[in-house]
Protein backbone atom coordinates (compact mmCIF):
# COMPACT_ATOMS: atom_id res chain seq x y z
CA UNK A 1 0.00 0.00 0.00
CA UNK A 2 1.06 3.36 -1.13
CA UNK A 3 0.15 6.77 0.68
CA UNK A 4 0.81 10.00 -1.21
CA UNK A 5 2.46 12.89 0.86
CA UNK A 6 2.02 16.73 -0.86
CA UNK A 7 5.26 18.16 -0.54
CA UNK A 8 4.95 21.26 -2.06
CA UNK A 9 8.92 22.31 -1.50
CA UNK A 10 11.05 24.81 -3.48
CA UNK A 11 13.82 22.02 -4.69
CA UNK A 12 16.34 24.76 -4.43
CA UNK A 13 15.10 26.43 -1.24
CA UNK A 14 18.21 25.27 0.82
CA UNK A 15 20.28 27.54 -1.79
CA UNK A 16 17.31 30.63 -1.96
CA UNK A 17 18.16 30.73 2.05
CA UNK A 18 21.80 30.29 1.80
CA UNK A 19 21.91 33.26 -1.21
CA UNK A 20 19.38 35.00 1.41
CA UNK A 21 21.94 34.84 4.54
CA UNK A 22 24.89 35.97 2.09
CA UNK A 23 23.01 38.93 1.21
CA UNK A 24 22.26 39.95 4.43
CA UNK A 25 26.26 39.42 5.26
CA UNK A 26 26.86 41.62 2.38
CA UNK A 27 24.94 44.33 3.49
CA UNK A 28 26.28 44.43 7.03
CA UNK A 29 29.88 44.43 5.81
CA UNK A 30 28.79 47.32 3.57
CA UNK A 31 30.36 45.49 0.28
CA UNK A 32 28.90 45.62 -2.85
CA UNK A 33 28.51 42.02 -4.74
CA UNK A 34 28.73 41.86 -8.47
CA UNK A 35 28.34 38.14 -9.87
CA UNK A 36 29.98 38.09 -13.56
CA UNK A 37 28.00 35.05 -15.90
CA UNK A 38 29.32 34.69 -19.39
CA UNK A 39 29.60 31.88 -21.65
CA UNK A 40 33.01 29.74 -21.59
CA UNK A 41 35.55 31.50 -23.63
CA UNK A 42 33.69 35.17 -23.65
CA UNK A 43 36.96 36.82 -22.17
CA UNK A 44 35.88 36.64 -18.32
CA UNK A 45 39.02 36.41 -16.86
CA UNK A 46 40.83 38.81 -19.49
CA UNK A 47 38.25 41.65 -18.46
CA UNK A 48 38.48 40.85 -14.64
CA UNK A 49 42.75 41.38 -15.15
CA UNK A 50 42.04 44.71 -16.93
CA UNK A 51 39.43 45.69 -14.17
CA UNK A 52 41.23 44.69 -11.13
CA UNK A 53 44.92 45.89 -12.78
CA UNK A 54 42.12 49.96 -13.31
CA UNK A 55 40.49 49.78 -10.44
CA UNK A 56 43.02 48.62 -7.47
CA UNK A 57 44.07 51.29 -5.16
CA UNK A 58 40.99 53.45 -6.37
CA UNK A 59 38.71 51.11 -4.60
CA UNK A 60 39.71 48.56 -2.15
CA UNK A 61 38.84 45.04 -4.21
CA UNK A 62 38.35 41.56 -4.26
CA UNK A 63 37.88 38.41 -5.98
CA UNK A 64 36.42 34.87 -6.26
CA UNK A 65 36.60 32.59 -9.19
CA UNK A 66 34.81 29.71 -9.68
CA UNK A 67 36.82 27.60 -12.13
CA UNK A 68 35.85 23.30 -12.97
CA UNK A 69 39.01 22.23 -11.92
CA UNK A 70 42.03 24.75 -11.90
CA UNK A 71 43.32 27.44 -10.27
CA UNK A 72 44.69 29.42 -13.61
CA UNK A 73 42.06 32.22 -13.05
CA UNK A 74 42.64 33.42 -9.83
CA UNK A 75 46.32 32.67 -10.44
CA UNK A 76 45.75 35.67 -13.40
CA UNK A 77 43.38 37.84 -11.26
CA UNK A 78 46.28 37.26 -8.19
CA UNK A 79 48.99 39.00 -10.13
CA UNK A 80 47.65 42.34 -9.91
CA UNK A 81 47.35 42.58 -6.28
CA UNK A 82 44.28 41.64 -5.26
CA UNK A 83 43.13 39.20 -2.91
CA UNK A 84 41.36 36.05 -4.84
CA UNK A 85 39.87 33.06 -3.78
CA UNK A 86 39.20 29.91 -5.88
CA UNK A 87 36.41 27.89 -6.01
CA UNK A 88 37.23 24.40 -7.34
CA UNK A 89 33.32 23.49 -8.80
CA UNK A 90 34.66 20.10 -9.21
CA UNK A 91 33.45 19.59 -12.98
CA UNK A 92 29.94 20.87 -11.67
CA UNK A 93 28.46 23.52 -13.73
CA UNK A 94 27.80 26.69 -11.66
CA UNK A 95 28.33 27.92 -8.33
CA UNK A 96 25.90 27.69 -5.58
CA UNK A 97 25.34 30.25 -2.89
CA UNK A 98 27.05 27.81 0.48
CA UNK A 99 30.10 28.04 -2.01
CA UNK A 100 30.22 31.76 -1.71
CA UNK A 101 29.69 31.75 1.78
CA UNK A 102 32.42 29.52 2.29
CA UNK A 103 34.79 31.13 0.24
CA UNK A 104 33.61 35.08 1.56
CA UNK A 105 34.78 33.96 5.09
CA UNK A 106 38.24 33.62 4.13
CA UNK A 107 37.83 37.49 3.68
CA UNK A 108 37.14 40.61 6.09
CA UNK A 109 34.40 41.89 3.96
CA UNK A 110 34.49 45.11 5.82
CA UNK A 111 37.52 46.15 4.23
CA UNK A 112 36.56 46.36 1.02
CA UNK A 113 34.51 48.26 -1.74
CA UNK A 114 33.87 45.67 -4.29
CA UNK A 115 33.55 41.69 -4.74
CA UNK A 116 33.26 40.36 -7.63
CA UNK A 117 32.43 37.03 -8.50
CA UNK A 118 33.39 35.49 -11.63
CA UNK A 119 31.01 32.28 -12.77
CA UNK A 120 31.64 29.50 -14.10
CA UNK A 121 31.69 29.46 -18.11
CA UNK A 122 28.17 28.31 -19.19
CA UNK A 123 25.40 30.24 -20.32
CA UNK A 124 22.42 28.27 -18.68
CA UNK A 125 22.99 26.88 -15.19
CA UNK A 126 24.60 29.96 -12.92
CA UNK A 127 21.29 32.10 -14.06
CA UNK A 128 19.27 29.35 -11.89
CA UNK A 129 21.50 29.98 -8.82
CA UNK A 130 21.10 33.14 -6.43
CA UNK A 131 24.13 33.59 -4.75
CA UNK A 132 23.19 36.71 -3.00
CA UNK A 133 24.61 39.19 -4.65
CA UNK A 134 23.70 42.82 -5.48
CA UNK A 135 23.58 42.32 -9.72
CA UNK A 136 24.34 39.64 -12.20
CA UNK A 137 26.19 40.79 -15.30
CA UNK A 138 26.34 38.50 -18.53
CA UNK A 139 29.01 39.31 -20.99
CA UNK A 140 28.42 38.24 -24.66
CA UNK A 141 30.95 38.44 -27.39
CA UNK A 142 30.49 38.78 -30.71
CA UNK A 143 32.39 35.07 -31.94
CA UNK A 144 29.38 33.68 -29.95
CA UNK A 145 26.60 35.00 -32.17
CA UNK A 146 23.63 37.22 -31.70
CA UNK A 147 21.36 34.51 -31.32
CA UNK A 148 22.69 33.61 -27.69
CA UNK A 149 19.83 35.70 -26.08
CA UNK A 150 16.89 34.07 -27.51
CA UNK A 151 18.28 30.56 -26.75
CA UNK A 152 19.33 31.27 -23.14
CA UNK A 153 16.44 33.75 -22.32
CA UNK A 154 16.85 33.41 -18.33
CA UNK A 155 20.45 34.50 -17.92
CA UNK A 156 19.65 37.60 -20.10
CA UNK A 157 16.68 38.53 -17.70
CA UNK A 158 18.09 37.79 -14.58
CA UNK A 159 21.29 40.34 -15.20
CA UNK A 160 21.18 44.26 -15.28
CA UNK A 161 23.89 44.51 -17.66
CA UNK A 162 25.00 42.79 -20.53
CA UNK A 163 28.27 43.38 -21.74
CA UNK A 164 29.18 43.27 -25.62
CA UNK A 165 32.84 41.81 -25.37
CA UNK A 166 35.43 41.13 -28.11
CA UNK A 167 34.46 44.41 -29.85
CA UNK A 168 37.58 44.39 -31.55
CA UNK A 169 36.79 41.52 -33.64
CA UNK A 170 33.22 42.83 -34.35
CA UNK A 171 34.51 43.53 -37.91
CA UNK A 172 35.75 39.45 -38.49
CA UNK A 173 32.05 38.39 -37.55
CA UNK A 174 27.98 38.66 -38.96
CA UNK A 175 27.17 39.10 -35.32
CA UNK A 176 24.19 41.74 -35.48
CA UNK A 177 24.58 43.73 -32.56
CA UNK A 178 21.30 45.31 -32.86
CA UNK A 179 19.51 42.00 -33.08
CA UNK A 180 21.26 40.96 -29.89
CA UNK A 181 20.25 44.40 -27.75
CA UNK A 182 16.71 44.36 -29.55
CA UNK A 183 16.27 40.68 -28.09
CA UNK A 184 17.99 41.23 -24.55
CA UNK A 185 15.84 44.29 -23.96
CA UNK A 186 12.55 42.14 -24.99
CA UNK A 187 13.24 39.65 -22.80
CA UNK A 188 14.95 42.61 -19.90
CA UNK A 189 13.73 46.23 -20.99
CA UNK A 190 15.48 47.54 -17.87
CA UNK A 191 19.03 45.87 -19.23
CA UNK A 192 22.25 48.18 -19.74
CA UNK A 193 24.34 47.57 -22.90
CA UNK A 194 28.06 48.11 -22.50
CA UNK A 195 29.93 47.35 -25.77
CA UNK A 196 33.63 46.95 -25.02
CA UNK A 197 36.90 45.26 -25.96
CA UNK A 198 39.47 43.90 -22.89
CA UNK A 199 42.33 43.69 -26.07
CA UNK A 200 42.00 47.43 -26.90
CA UNK A 201 40.31 48.98 -24.14
CA UNK A 202 37.42 50.37 -25.77
CA UNK A 203 34.20 51.14 -23.40
CA UNK A 204 36.41 49.80 -20.31
CA UNK A 205 35.88 53.64 -18.79
CA UNK A 206 32.18 53.18 -19.27
CA UNK A 207 32.54 49.63 -17.35
CA UNK A 208 34.21 51.15 -14.23
CA UNK A 209 32.16 53.97 -14.17
CA UNK A 210 29.29 51.57 -14.13
CA UNK A 211 30.64 49.53 -11.81
CA UNK A 212 31.40 52.76 -9.48
CA UNK A 213 27.78 53.94 -9.69
CA UNK A 214 26.25 50.52 -8.52
CA UNK A 215 28.25 50.55 -5.65
CA UNK A 216 27.10 53.99 -4.55
CA UNK A 217 23.60 53.03 -5.38
CA UNK A 218 24.21 49.91 -3.19
CA UNK A 219 25.25 52.55 -0.40
CA UNK A 220 22.11 54.34 -1.14
CA UNK B 1 43.72 16.03 -16.93
CA UNK B 2 40.32 15.10 -15.20
CA UNK B 3 39.32 14.07 -19.27
CA UNK B 4 35.44 12.93 -19.63
CA UNK B 5 34.58 13.75 -15.76
CA UNK B 6 32.23 16.09 -17.54
CA UNK B 7 29.23 14.62 -19.02
CA UNK B 8 28.85 15.15 -22.92
CA UNK B 9 27.50 18.11 -23.60
CA UNK B 10 29.24 19.86 -21.15
CA UNK B 11 28.87 19.73 -17.45
CA UNK B 12 25.12 19.46 -15.83
CA UNK B 13 23.11 20.79 -12.97
CA UNK B 14 20.58 18.47 -13.05
CA UNK B 15 23.09 16.44 -11.16
CA UNK B 16 23.01 19.01 -8.12
CA UNK B 17 18.93 19.24 -8.71
CA UNK B 18 18.27 16.06 -8.65
CA UNK B 19 20.64 15.83 -5.45
CA UNK B 20 18.42 18.33 -4.05
CA UNK B 21 15.27 16.68 -5.07
CA UNK B 22 16.37 12.93 -3.44
CA UNK B 23 17.26 15.11 -0.05
CA UNK B 24 14.19 16.87 0.29
CA UNK B 25 12.43 13.26 -0.81
CA UNK B 26 13.86 11.71 2.14
CA UNK B 27 13.48 14.26 4.43
CA UNK B 28 9.44 14.37 3.63
CA UNK B 29 9.24 10.66 3.81
CA UNK B 30 10.92 10.92 7.44
CA UNK B 31 8.80 13.22 8.36
CA UNK B 32 5.93 11.30 7.65
CA UNK B 33 6.99 8.24 9.12
CA UNK B 34 9.41 6.46 6.83
CA UNK B 35 9.26 4.41 4.44
CA UNK B 36 10.41 3.30 0.88
CA UNK B 37 9.66 6.33 -2.19
CA UNK B 38 8.29 4.57 -4.73
CA UNK B 39 6.80 7.83 -6.97
CA UNK B 40 7.67 11.10 -6.74
CA UNK B 41 6.24 14.21 -8.99
CA UNK B 42 7.79 17.13 -9.87
CA UNK B 43 7.03 21.05 -11.49
CA UNK B 44 9.06 21.96 -13.85
CA UNK B 45 8.41 24.91 -15.50
CA UNK B 46 9.35 25.53 -19.38
CA UNK B 47 11.12 28.48 -18.00
CA UNK B 48 14.03 26.94 -16.03
CA UNK B 49 17.10 25.51 -17.28
CA UNK B 50 16.69 22.12 -16.44
CA UNK B 51 16.72 19.22 -19.22
CA UNK B 52 14.04 16.79 -18.29
CA UNK B 53 15.42 13.70 -19.65
CA UNK B 54 18.82 14.27 -18.11
CA UNK B 55 17.24 15.11 -15.00
CA UNK B 56 15.52 11.90 -14.85
CA UNK B 57 18.91 9.86 -15.32
CA UNK B 58 20.18 12.26 -12.98
CA UNK B 59 17.66 11.35 -10.25
CA UNK B 60 17.97 7.58 -11.14
CA UNK B 61 21.41 8.02 -9.93
CA UNK B 62 20.95 9.83 -6.97
CA UNK B 63 18.81 7.61 -5.40
CA UNK B 64 20.68 4.97 -5.82
CA UNK B 65 21.34 3.47 -1.92
CA UNK B 66 18.51 5.40 -0.55
CA UNK B 67 15.42 4.59 0.28
CA UNK B 68 14.37 6.37 -2.57
CA UNK B 69 15.89 4.22 -4.96
CA UNK B 70 13.79 3.12 -8.19
CA UNK B 71 11.42 5.51 -7.37
CA UNK B 72 9.29 6.11 -10.31
CA UNK B 73 9.84 10.17 -11.47
CA UNK B 74 6.92 12.19 -12.96
CA UNK B 75 7.94 15.41 -14.19
CA UNK B 76 4.89 17.97 -15.09
CA UNK B 77 5.88 20.58 -17.49
CA UNK B 78 4.60 23.72 -16.56
CA UNK B 79 4.21 26.17 -19.80
CA UNK B 80 5.26 29.84 -19.36
CA UNK B 81 2.59 32.30 -18.75
CA UNK B 82 3.13 36.28 -19.02
CA UNK B 83 0.96 38.76 -18.17
CA UNK B 84 1.82 41.82 -20.95
CA UNK B 85 3.87 44.64 -19.66
CA UNK B 86 1.54 47.04 -22.43
CA UNK B 87 -1.83 45.42 -21.78
CA UNK B 88 -2.10 43.53 -18.61
CA UNK B 89 -3.70 40.51 -20.93
CA UNK B 90 -2.36 36.93 -19.50
CA UNK B 91 -1.38 34.37 -21.92
CA UNK B 92 0.53 31.41 -22.06
CA UNK B 93 3.40 32.38 -24.67
CA UNK B 94 7.25 32.16 -24.69
CA UNK B 95 9.33 35.04 -23.57
CA UNK B 96 10.38 36.54 -26.87
CA UNK B 97 6.96 35.88 -28.27
CA UNK B 98 4.59 38.95 -28.83
CA UNK B 99 1.36 39.43 -26.99
CA UNK B 100 -1.94 38.23 -28.91
CA UNK B 101 -3.67 41.14 -27.54
CA UNK B 102 -1.66 43.94 -28.60
CA UNK B 103 1.61 42.50 -29.63
CA UNK B 104 4.41 43.56 -27.29
CA UNK B 105 7.31 41.38 -26.16
CA UNK B 106 7.98 40.25 -22.73
CA UNK B 107 5.90 41.30 -19.44
CA UNK B 108 5.50 39.59 -16.29
CA UNK B 109 6.11 36.00 -15.17
CA UNK B 110 2.73 34.55 -13.67
CA UNK B 111 4.17 30.71 -14.33
CA UNK B 112 6.81 28.89 -15.98
CA UNK B 113 9.32 29.20 -13.28
CA UNK B 114 8.52 26.21 -11.22
CA UNK B 115 11.20 23.55 -9.66
CA UNK B 116 9.03 21.88 -7.26
CA UNK B 117 8.99 19.26 -5.55
CA UNK B 118 4.60 18.49 -5.50
CA UNK B 119 4.09 15.31 -4.32
CA UNK B 120 5.69 11.67 -3.05
CA UNK B 121 4.24 8.30 -3.12
CA UNK B 122 5.23 6.15 0.11
CA UNK B 123 5.18 2.45 0.23
CA UNK B 124 4.32 1.76 4.36
CA UNK B 125 7.29 0.65 5.88
CA UNK B 126 4.63 -2.43 7.17
CA UNK B 127 3.78 -3.13 3.70
CA UNK B 128 7.67 -3.60 2.82
CA UNK B 129 8.03 -5.97 5.19
CA UNK B 130 5.14 -8.12 4.72
CA UNK B 131 6.03 -7.97 0.66
CA UNK B 132 9.27 -9.38 1.64
CA UNK B 133 7.95 -12.05 3.80
CA UNK B 134 5.77 -13.16 0.88
CA UNK B 135 8.31 -12.91 -1.38
CA UNK B 136 10.26 -15.11 0.90
CA UNK B 137 7.55 -17.28 1.04
CA UNK B 138 6.91 -18.10 -2.27
CA UNK B 139 10.34 -17.94 -3.67
CA UNK B 140 10.60 -14.46 -4.65
CA UNK B 141 9.43 -15.47 -8.76
CA UNK B 142 6.12 -15.44 -10.17
Known sequence: MTTQVDVGRDVL???????????E???????????????????????????????????????????LETRRDADRIGRHGVPVVQINTGGACHIEAHQIAKAAAQFELSEF???????????????????????????LSCTEGHDKPAKYPLMFRESRAMLLSKMDLLPHTNFDVDAAIADARALNPGIEVIKLSALT???????????????NAARG | MNAGRSPPGGPMHEVAVAQRMVEIALRAADENGGGRVVAARLLLGKLT??????????????????????CKLEIVRIPARLRCGSCGSEHERELLEPCPMCGAVGG??????????????????????????????TGGSL
Not at chain 1, 13 to 23: E, I, S
Not at chain 1, 204 to 212: H, N, T, Y
Not at chain 2, 51 to 68: C, N, Q, S
Open chain 1, 13 to 23: QDNTRDAQANR
Open chain 1, 25 to 67: LFARAGIYVLNLMSGAGAGKTTLLERTVGALNGRMRLAVIAGD
Open chain 1, 113 to 139: DLLIIENVGNLVCPAEFDLGEHDKVMM
Open chain 1, 201 to 215: GEGLSAWFDWIKSRI
Open chain 2, 49 to 70: CVDPETLDFAFGVATRGTLAEG
Open chain 2, 108 to 137: EVLAGRELRLDTIDLEEAKTAASRFIQGEA
